[in-house]
C-alpha cells in the first residue's frame, strides 16, 4: 500500500510566477490535509479538504493561495504571485475518514519550495 | 486542544531506552497523546497515541500517568537512525494537529 505521494519533491520559482504542488492520498483515503513547514519551525495547518469540498481553510493565508481536491485526480495547493516567503517545505497528509480523535494522519514527504 | 511542553533536547547512548517526557497538564479528558517524529525534514512519522492506558507498538512504548498530565514515549533500543525531532500531540477532535518545536533526540555512537 503506498504512502501519501507528493510532487514535485523539490520546486524552484522566481518571484511572481506560480507554484503548483500536488499530493495523492493512501489509497482509500479521502481526507487531505496541508501544513507548512518554516524554516526552525514546526509544521503549521494550513487547510483541510475532502473530495470536492475545502471543510476548514483556517490556516491558509488570505491571498494568493488557495487548495482544491477534485473528484479525480491529485489534490493541489497552488500558490500564485510567489514571494521570497513562501520559501518553506509544505507537507500534505491524508485519513481515512472523519477527522477525529483516532484518526491518525499519515504524512507525505513533502515539497520544498525556494522562490528566488 | 491542550498545549504541550517538551524538553528541547535530549541526548541518548545508542543501545539504550530513550525516555521523551511530555507535560500537558490542560489536557481533558476526552483528549488523545500522539507522538509523531520527523527525521532530518523528511515528512512527519506517526509513532504511536493512546488515551489513559499505557500503549505498546513495533516502534515504541507510550506511558501515561495516572492523572494524565503528562507522558513519556520510550524507544526501547534507541538507533543511530532514532535522532530526529519528537512532537507530543494532544488531540480530541478536529481537523488539525499543533505541531510545536519538540524535542530533538540525539543518539549517540
Known amino acids: 500500500n503506498a504512502g501519501v505521494m507528493q510532487n514535485p519533491r523539490h520546486l524552484v520559482r522566481r518571484r511572481g510566477q506560480e507554484a503548483r504542488l500536488r499530493c495523492s492520498p493512501m489509497k482509500g483515503h479521502s481526507h487531505v490535509y496541508w501544513y507548512r513547514q518554516l524554516p526552525e519551525e514546526g509544521l503549521k495547518f494550513m487547510v483541510y479538504l475532502q473530495k470536492e469540498n475545502i471543510i476548514d481553510e483556517s490556516g491558509m493565508p488570505k491571498e494568493r493561495f488557495s487548495a482544491e481536491f477534485p473528484k479525480e485526480g491529485p489534490s493541489i495547493l497552488r500558490i500564485q504571485q510567489v514571494v521570497r516567503g513562501d520559501s518553506a517545505a509544505y507537507f500534505c497528509a491524508s485519513s481515512p475518514r472523519l477527522a477525529g480523535a483516532t484518526e491518525t494522519q499519515y504524512f507525505g514527504p513533502g515539497t520544498r519550495l525556494l522562490v528566488l | 486542544d491542550a498545549k504541550t511542553t517538551q524538553p528541547t533536547s535530549m541526548d541518548c547512548a545508542e543501545g539504550r531506552a530513550a525516555n521523551l517526557p511530555c507535560n500537558h497538564s490542560?489536557?481533558?479528558?476526552?483528549?488523545?497523546v500522539y507522538w509523531y517524529r520527523q527525521i532530518h525534514s523528511q515528512g512527519p512519522q506517526y509513532i504511536i497515541h493512546g488515551l489513559k492506558n499505557n500503549e505498546t507498538n513495533e516502534m515504541a512504548s507510550l506511558i501515561i500517568t495516572e492523572d494524565r498530565k503528562s507522558s513519556t514515549l520510550i524507544l526501547p533500543h534507541a538507533t543511530l537512525r532514532d535522532t530526529a525531532v519528537y512532537y507530543c500531540?494532544?488531540?480530541?477532535?478536529?481537523?488539525?494537529?499543533?505541531f510545536g518545536t519538540g524535542t530533538s533526540l540525539t543518539v549517540i555512537p
Open positions: 500531540i494532544v488531540r480530541f477532535t478536529g481537523n488539525q494537529f499543533y
Open positions: 490542560t489536557i481533558s479528558g476526552n483528549e488523545y
